[in-house]
């Protein structure tokens, strides 16, 4: 079976928050990407929304440069702040 099938059975009985669904880092592995994506330059879009914490952090954990978008200044500088605290980089 491949990981991609996989995702989708553990999407189809979602539990909420903390349940069997892979997070980005883990599919990231799964997917032996990781060291594919180390020393690039990633640009992620819309750097204000809640599923940007979750990809920049896997991102950030492979070593990659990340370079955000987004239309809100103010915001934008406060995710970017709140994901470096979060992952201590």
């Given amino acids: 079976m491949s990981s991609a099938s996989l995702y989708a059975d553990v999407h189809r009985n979602h ?9 980005a880092l883990q599919i ?3 997917e032996v990407v990781g060291c594919k994506l180390t020393g690039k330059v990633i640009v ?5 929304s809640s599923i940007f914490f979750e990809t920049a952090s896997a991102l950030s ?3 990659a440069t990340l370079l955000l978008t987004a239309r809100n200044l103010e ?3 406060n995710s970017r702040l709140n994901s ?3 992952s201590g980089n």
């Fill in 15 to 23: 539990q909420g928050a903390g349940d069997a669904r892979p997070t």
């Fill in 28 to 30: 990231i592995k799964d």
């Fill in 44 to 48: 992620i879009t819309g750097a204000t």
């Fill in 61 to 63: 954990a492979i070593r």
């Fill in 75 to 77: 915001k934008a500088e």
């Fill in 84 to 86: 470096l605290n979060l």
